[in-house]
């Protein structure tokens, strides 16, 4: 028969605690994640003779699962390649070979009008578990100034906003030539 299992002694957490420090000092996370932090060194126990202290520190309230820190997601533009996608996902989502499942066409619309369709577009594209959709923002008109549109230059930025963001995989357009229309890669909810 085994014995018992016991906890590990301070001596060996603190040991513990120092080797994860040391690799924890050398890890570079990858791009879009946070820097794994070290977990906080459980209070010791006073030696026998000691004198008793004033009061003990108050405990410390533990995060709740739905509290876990995001990790930081960086822009996405139109057309570059996103990290955390593969070299073949990348290039069959921007030669089109993943097509879209809905597309919104936001001519005719103002700005108060189309910001919340594309919010409504991206999450329930989301929701339904779809992987591409595309939103026709059109060219805009020129001016001389070169102005070529407020909604083509407001919706890669609505895209980047953070209830989208996290949405998000990849923007890409449906060909060179044409930048009045955006594609966007969904990313898959994972479970848990």
Request: include cysteine; glycine fraction near 8%; aromatic fraction near 4%.
């Amino acid at each position: 028969m085994r014995p018992p299992r016991r906890g590990k002694s301070a001596s060996d957490r603190a040991v513990d605690q120092a080797i994860w420090a040391r690799y924890a000092a050398t890890v570079r996370p990858l791009p879009g994640r946070a820097v794994p932090t070290i977990p906080p060194a459980p209070p010791s126990a006073p030696p026998p003779n000691a004198p008793p202290t004033t009061a003990p520190a108050p405990a410390r309230a533990t995060p709740t699962p739905a509290a876990k820190q995001r990790a930081v997601l960086h822009k996405i533009n139109v057309g570059a390649v996103p990290a955390g996608l593969d070299r073949g996902s990348w290039q069959r989502f921007r030669t089109g070979r993943i097509t879209p499942t809905r597309t919104l066409d936001l001519h005719g619309m103002t700005v108060a009008r189309a910001h919340p369709a594309v919010i409504a577009l991206i999450e329930g594209a989301a929701a339904r578990g779809e992987r591409c959709v595309e939103i026709v923002t059109g060219s805009g008109a020129r001016s001389a100034d070169g102005f070529q549109g407020v909604l083509r230059r407001d919706v890669p930025r609505w895209l980047n906003e953070p209830g989208l963001r996290e949405r998000i995989l990849a923007l890409s357009h449906p060909h060179p030539n044409n930048p009045g229309a955006i594609r966007v890669l969904i990313r898959r909810q994972r479970p848990g």
